[in-house]
């Protein structure tokens, strides 16, 4: 079984910065492709960054490249994701995730574990 645990939610300017966080449960972490999503209010779920197990190779979204980065840190059972210059369409519930067998897709169903989630708000 595989708990993770997102951090690092709040309320931002335009503008701003924020670095989320998620805390991963399990001695195979560095095993594990991770990701981010994230649902805005009324609107399904997208992804946002992936990075394989490795750290070497990362995906993103078309609406974050170049603003967001995806990081790792495998002796910390740790994964990241830092966002600048944030607007005011990034506002939404932000999960982290895991794929069991390293990969780091696009798409939902290659994802086996979920955490619970981190509000952003972004105020123009």
């Known amino acids: 079984q595989v708990q993770l645990v997102e951090s690092g939610g709040g309320l931002v300017q335009a503008g701003g910065s924020l670095r989320l966080s998620c805390a991963a449960s399990?001695?195979?972490?560095?095993?594990?492709?991770m990701a981010w999503f994230r649902q805005a209010a009324g609107k399904e779920r997208e992804f946002v960054a992936g990075?394989?197990?490795?750290?070497?190779?990362?995906n993103y979204a078309d609406s974050v490249k170049g603003r967001f980065t995806i990081s790792r840190d495998n002796a910390k059972n740790a994964v990241y994701l830092q966002m600048n210059s944030l607007k005011p369409e990034d506002t939404a519930v932000y999960y982290c995730a895991a794929d069991l067998y390293g990969g780091y897709s696009s798409m939902e169903r290659a994802y086996e574990y979920w955490g619970q989630g981190t509000q952003v708000t972004v105020s123009s």
């Open positions: 990075i394989s197990w490795s750290g070497d190779r990362t």
């Open positions: 399990g001695r195979t972490f560095s095993r594990y492709g």
